[in-house]
């Protein structure tokens, strides 16, 4: 596609229940980032993948938070037991050629509300 | 560590006044990246520019001008002539060469008043 596309844009999750997110990235990108956008707050890193390898998961807050991209193009971030903690807009990013200099596009992000 | 402040939390100004946003970072690495993103209410982070620590040149683009300076680690982003569409929020971001994290500030609000 022509940006990177994210499913839902906003989701509403009762406390304990799981969520998935969808990332579509850019058609060939090699790189795919989520981050996590807190109200007022700046994108921070949650995890990187290099096709379908998950090269680095140091941010993600707990091991409730687990992210795949099995066929190195979509990728789904799953939350088990939603906390309202959770609640944020978790935001896709997706970069050509290993993404090491290069600038990341971003998605419209979903915006999950914990309740 | 690596730090992003954007100390401005929320700017101001009225329609064809320019407006510096103000971007201060820290890292130890000799060799990184910055770069600015236009977050609109629809949410996407947009690309601005990408600047190298190894090059100081200042950049313009139209009415979006970059002031890179590593003496005082600062990389302002100035936008002249405003206009109400340039309303949005504005990160700075800093990212070390061989390295794919993006270290955010915390943005600068900007309305631009009709």
């Known amino acids: 596609g022509a940006g990177v596309s994210q499913s839902p844009r906003y989701k509403v999750a009762k406390r304990g229940q799981d969520v998935a997110l969808r990332c579509d990235p850019i058609s060939g990108h090699v790189s795919l980032f989520w981050y996590q956008q807190a109200l007022g707050q700046g994108p921070e890193f949650l995890t990187y993948f290099q096709n379908e390898a998950q090269l680095d998961k140091s941010g993600l807050p707990s091991d409730r938070f687990f992210a795949e991209r099995p066929e190195g193009s979509v990728s789904t971030l799953k939350i088990q037991r939603t906390q309202q903690e959770d609640s944020a807009v978790y935001l896709c990013?997706?970069?050509?050629?290993?993404?090491?200099?290069?600038?990341?596009?971003f998605g419209q992000g979903t915006r999950l509300t914990v309740v | 560590a690596q730090k992003v402040t954007q100390a401005q939390t929320e700017i101001s100004v009225v329609e064809k006044e320019d407006v510096t946003l103000d971007c201060v970072y820290e890292?130890?690495?000799?060799?990184?990246?910055l770069f600015w993103y236009k977050q609109p209410p629809s949410g996407e982070l947009v690309f601005l520019i990408r600047r190298n620590s190894f090059d100081e040149q200042n950049e313009i683009s139209g009415r979006y001008s970059w002031n890179f300076q590593k003496s005082t680690s600062s990389f302002n982003f100035t936008i002249t002539a405003s206009q109400v569409v340039d309303s949005a929020v504005y990160f700075c971001a800093l990212r070390a060469s061989g390295t794919y994290k993006y270290i955010f500030g915390t943005g600068t609000r900007l309305k631009v008043l009709a």
């Open positions: 890292t130890r690495d000799t060799t990184y990246y």
């Open positions: 990013a997706s970069s050509d050629r290993g993404g090491l200099t290069l600038e990341a596009f």
